[in-house]
């Protein structure tokens, strides 16, 4: 954040949510000059940055480490290196958005796991007793081929910087992020 005093002598909050170029063409200096004199300062070139670029930056580093329970109860603990390549699908159990995705990830799991040689597992964002019975009326509905987690209050969709759903990581053997699809 930057603390600002206005024209009134009030102190101002300007926070900087992401920062890649310079902010201003200017030396700290001659900011702080015109600041204190008054003077037109340039406005700042924010930028926040998308829910696709703060995935996209996942890319290439190591997947975390999680433990987390099935809707049904099972545990579930991913090391950060798996024995094969591990798709991860990212899901709200709610969202009108992630039905048919999901329905497709069930379908491509199916047909591909073991041409591909992966394994498959998803994430569902839970925030209360609703979308958990949400959850396990849409994988006893669609006979899933892979476990659905219950990631309640998302902390590991935290971990991964999840900011779109549906969100699907590919993790590969050495424990490496090397696909994220949105």
């Not at 290439?60 to 798996?82: H, M």
């Not at 048919?100 to 990830?105: E, H, I, L």
Request: proline share 6%; charged share 25%.
């Amino acid at each position: 954040s930057f603390i600002l005093i206005d024209k009134k002598g009030l102190l101002v909050n300007r926070p900087v949510f992401h920062v890649d170029v310079p902010l201003r063409e200017m030396t700290f200096a001659d900011f702080m000059e015109q600041a204190v004199n008054g003077g037109a300062i340039p406005p700042l070139q924010l930028s926040k940055p998308s829910g696709d670029e703060i995935e996209r930056a996942m890319v290439g580093k190591q997947a975390p480490a999680f433990s987390l329970k099935g809707i049904n109860g099972e545990g579930f603990e991913f090391s950060g290196k798996p024995a094969r390549k591990l798709v991860v699908a990212f899901w709200h159990p709610d969202s009108r958005i992630c039905e048919a995705p999901m329905k497709q990830f069930q379908e491509f799991v199916r047909e591909k796991a073991q041409v591909y040689n992966f394994d498959a597992v998803s994430i569902a964002s839970l925030y209360g007793d609703s979308q958990l019975r949400s959850a396990r009326a849409f994988a006893d509905d669609n006979s899933l081929a892979f476990p659905i987690l219950a990631d309640h209050g998302s902390k590991v969709g935290g971990l991964y910087n999840i900011r779109n759903i549906p969100t699907v990581y590919v993790v590969g053997e050495d424990g490496a992020i090397f696909e994220i699809v949105t």
